[in-house]
């Protein structure tokens, strides 16, 4: 089962996502982060496949996440919504 950690700062924005997703919960398993910092917390817990990030989220932004995720987590697949 892969794993998927999606990073939005808009909690609706992660609801919608869910519930367009909820289809997939067999075959992936899925978390949520509000932002950028509350990721890299989740990441240091479990080990995840892929980040999918918002682009623009006060404080981190997507880009530095993902910059940050490639350097502690060099596997992860990184994508920007």
Known sequence: ???????????????????????????WEMEFATSGQEALEILAKA?????????????????QLLNEVMKRYPSVVRIIL
């Not at 950690?5 to 919960?25: C, H, I, T, W």
């Not at 080990?47 to 880009?63: E, H, I, K, Y």
């Open 1 to 27: 089962m892969k794993r998927i950690l999606f990073v939005d700062d808009e909690p609706k924005v992660l609801q919608g996502l869910q519930r367009m997703l909820r289809s997939m919960r067999h075959e």
């Open 47 to 63: 080990p995840f496949d892929v980040v999918v990030t918002d682009m623009r989220m006060p404080g981190m932004d997507g880009a």
